[in-house]
């Protein structure tokens, strides 16, 4: 009888460690299955999250923009010029003091540029450096008005079609600075500089008459002289 119950006792206890073994396993894999992993990816996007399309700082949307007596900020009010200068421009679901404030920084940008050096702050306007800036100024910082009717008379660097007759200056001390005004036939008018420039000099170039196309390289902008 002894003998019975011992031999039954190791057949149990076999039992017992193959089925705690099974059961480890099987613990393994659920847990490895319980954690939790990345969410898929989705190209659907949630509504909520759905903002107007980006647009380029300074310049107006052309989507849905919010009507001029929605367009007061969250704390405090907008000044009349600051109303003037947001109309039409703030996008949809967009906040108009974060559109005011792309304008504040275009006007920042002239006042410091042109506290050091007017010309490279006419320069940056007419080279399209400074995005926004002719509204900026127009609406936010009048005082820099002069500085925008100097670029307003001025033209980048590359080819410019029929170009008003006469000298004007480049804005940039670049030696490798060189120009071109061809007629309409394509033959060339004028063409510059003469003789190589020194470090320092300023560049100019005489537009003749009957100019079709101005070109240039390296000269960055050119207002009249």
């Not at 006042?111 to 080279?127: C, L, N, Q």
């Not at 033209?155 to 309409?184: H, I, M, V």
């Amino acid at each position: 009888m002894y003998r019975r119950s011992a031999a039954a006792a190791v057949l149990l206890a076999a039992a017992l460690t193959l089925t705690a073994c099974s059961s480890d396993g099987g613990g393994k894999a659920d847990a490895a299955d319980a954690k939790p992993k990345p969410p898929a990816a989705s190209s659907v996007t949630d509504p909520a999250d759905a903002s107007a399309a980006p647009v380029a700082p300074g310049a107006k949307p052309t989507g849905p923009v919010l009507p001029d007596a929605k367009i007061t900020p969250k704390t405090g009010s907008f000044k009349p010029n600051e109303k003037q200068y947001l109309s039409g421009r703030v996008p949809e679901k967009t906040d108009p003091a974060a559109v005011l404030q792309t304008g504040q920084e275009s006007c920042q940008r002239v006042e410091r540029t042109a506290k050091h050096d007017k010309d490279a702050a006419t320069g940056a306007i007419v080279a399209g450096e400074i995005p926004g800036a002719k509204d900026a100024i127009t609406y936010l910082c009048p005082e820099q008005k002069p500085i925008l009717d100097a670029a307003s008379k001025g033209f980048g660097d590359g080819t410019r079609q029929s170009p008003a007759a006469g000298t004007y200056r480049a804005l940039t001390q670049n030696t490798t600075c060189t120009w071109e005004a061809k007629g309409k036939d394509g033959a060339v008018l004028a063409s510059g500089p003469e003789t190589a420039p020194k470090a320092g000099d300023k560049m100019m170039a005489n537009v003749p008459p009957g100019t079709a196309e101005f070109t240039s390289t390296g000269c960055y902008a050119w207002i009249p002289a």
